[in-house]
């Protein structure tokens, strides 16, 4: 895939190892929150039907496929699955156990607003995340007082950690485009000294670098 498919991608042009560590990462927290989930499901009262508890298996099952993906071989887009089939689960979960499994909604606001490069796509995610929030209020029974008072306490902390990590991750990157930068001129300089400068489109800082260490080792050789 070529670059600038790579830029209108909503994720950028995540790949290769990187993209295989946000696979893995998304598995470790499906199943964390499955293994987590599942002794808040048993204590419930009134105890809800053995078969609600397949809810956590599947979310269990959906951990280790991401887990034992071949992530380097695979299009970032999967990740979209990742995310939506996490909130699928967590909205039955909801449904199905309690209102309470609607915390984890902030994993996925958190997990999406690092992954995701594209802001329209994060939006999509936001608006997605909060529509299955709201959901219990068009088809749960019970107290309406106290299902609002769940969203009204899980909105705000999704939004307001879905802002930090998106910050923390856009700051990070800055920095270290500045780093690069500044990493650039050094070795642009070094090239020039040593009157062997780069071409003009070469951007493969790692293999001027080499170019630069074998000049040096002739140059010990030579002398």
Same mark, same amino acid.
Request: proline share 4%; glycine share 8%.
């Given at each position: 895939?070529?670059?600038?498919?790579?830029?209108?991608?909503? =994720?950028?042009?995540?790949?290769?190892?990187?993209?295989?560590?946000?696979?893995? =990462?998304?598995?470790?927290?499906?199943?964390?929150?499955?293994?987590?989930?599942?002794?808040?499901?048993?204590?419930?009262?009134?105890?809800?039907?053995?078969?609600?508890?397949?809810?956590?298996?599947?979310?269990?099952?959906?951990?280790?496929?991401?887990?034992?993906?071949?992530?380097?071989?695979?299009?970032?887009?999967?990740?979209?699955?990742?995310?939506?089939?996490?909130?699928?689960?967590?909205?039955?979960?909801?449904?199905?156990?309690?209102?309470? =499994?609607?915390? =984890?909604?902030?994993?996925?606001?958190?997990?999406?607003?690092?992954?995701?490069?594209?802001?329209?796509?994060?939006?999509?995610?936001?608006?997605?995340?909060?529509?299955?929030?709201?959901?219990?209020?068009?088809?749960?029974?019970?107290?309406?007082?106290?299902?609002?008072?769940?969203?009204?306490?899980?909105?705000?902390?999704?939004?307001?950690?879905?802002?930090?990590?998106?910050?923390?991750?856009?700051?990070?990157?800055?920095?270290?485009?500045?780093?690069?930068?500044?990493?650039?001129?050094?070795?642009?300089?070094?090239?020039?000294?040593?009157?062997?400068?780069?071409?003009?489109?070469?951007?493969?800082?790692?293999?001027?670098?080499?170019?630069?260490?074998?000049?040096?080792?002739?140059?010990?050789?030579?002398?």
């Amino acid at each position: 895939m070529n670059e600038s498919v790579q830029s209108r991608d909503a =994720f950028g042009a995540l790949q290769g190892e990187e993209l295989e560590r946000l696979g893995r =990462f998304g598995g470790i927290l499906l199943v964390v929150g499955a293994l987590v989930s599942l002794p808040a499901g048993l204590v419930l009262e009134p105890a809800p039907p053995a078969g609600d508890h397949l809810i956590g298996l599947a979310t269990l099952v959906t951990g280790i496929a991401a887990l034992l993906a071949p992530w380097q071989r695979m299009s970032a887009n999967w990740l979209h699955l990742g995310l939506i089939v996490a909130t699928i689960e967590i909205a039955a979960a909801v449904a199905a156990l309690s209102d309470d =499994f609607a915390f =984890f909604y902030v994993l996925v606001a958190m997990y999406a607003a690092y992954a995701i490069r594209d802001a329209r796509a994060l939006a999509g995610y936001a608006l997605l995340l909060t529509v299955a929030l709201l959901a219990p209020l068009i088809y749960a029974d019970g107290d309406r007082n106290e299902q609002v008072h769940h969203i009204l306490v899980t909105l705000p902390v999704l939004v307001i950690a879905g802002l930090i990590v998106r910050v923390l991750r856009d700051t990070l990157e800055r920095r270290e485009r500045e780093y690069r930068s500044l990493a650039v001129e050094a070795v642009a300089l070094a090239e020039r000294i040593r009157g062997r400068p780069a071409p003009a489109d070469d951007g493969d800082l790692d293999a001027r670098l080499g170019r630069l260490e074998e000049t040096e080792r002739r140059s010990r050789r030579g002398g």
